[in-house]
């Protein structure tokens, strides 16, 4: 079911029966603790990461990317982070209603929060999301992804992209956190995984 990226994260995916795209999580490891971004709940899954490590903390990446965060949280009883409704200017009430009616007990987290693993948080301000600093990767949900081994932004050749500037906007949003971070690596929660060059590819 995991499908390694390193020996320290793996990531597992399903097809969304909705979008028929490929929806992707990933597990990240340090010191025999696991954190699950974004995760799709899948039969066994809780056997599966023990296998690897002991499930520390969920985190969502963005609000639409809720998956199986609440239902994994409830049930293995550990925290689920979701991105700061201000920090990220999410609509406070039509967020709060989609947190209640998901029943979220999370706490909401931004780029200043001390994350588990020392995952760093950094906003991608024109996507309303975070990406995730892990190691030499950083983990985003919808705003890039690889495919044949070059990076692309949402929405060219995912969604609709209407008035043709919103992928160039996201390209403004994220290559400045690729730049300050140095990673090398791209985790998305759709397409491919970029494993090394990053830096190269922008």
């Known amino acids: ?41 899948m039969p066994n899954l809780i056997r599966m990461v023990k296998v690897l490590g002991e499930p520390e903390a969920i985190i969502m990446t963005n609000y639409p990317h809720i998956r199986g965060s609440p239902l994994i949280s409830r049930q293995w009883n550990i925290p689920l982070y979701i991105p700061d409704i201000k920090e990220a200017d999410e609509d406070e009430e039509i967020t709060r209603m989609f947190i209640d009616l998901y029943k979220m007990k999370g706490e909401q987290y931004g780029e200043n929060t001390s994350l588990p693993m020392g995952i760093k ?20 949900g919808d705003t890039a992804y690889g495919i044949n081994g070059k990076l692309h932004f949402y929405p060219s050749g995912m969604w609709p992209d209407e008035d043709g500037n919103k992928a160039r ?24 995984d970029i494993p090394s060059g990053l830096q190269a590819l922008i």
């Open 1 to 41: 079911m995991f499908e390694p990226i390193t020996k320290n994260i793996f990531r597992w995916g399903t097809l969304d029966g909705e979008s028929g795209l490929m929806m992707y999580s990933h597990l990240l490891l340090k010191d025999g603790k696991a954190v699950l971004i974004d995760p799709i709940m």
């Open 121 to 140: 948080a950094h906003l991608i301000h024109s996507r309303h999301e975070f990406s995730l600093h892990f190691e030499n990767f950083l983990v985003v």
């Open 169 to 192: 906007l996201n390209a403004d949003a994220l290559i400045p956190v690729i730049r300050k971070t140095g990673a090398e690596g791209l985790l998305s929660g759709h397409k491919e």
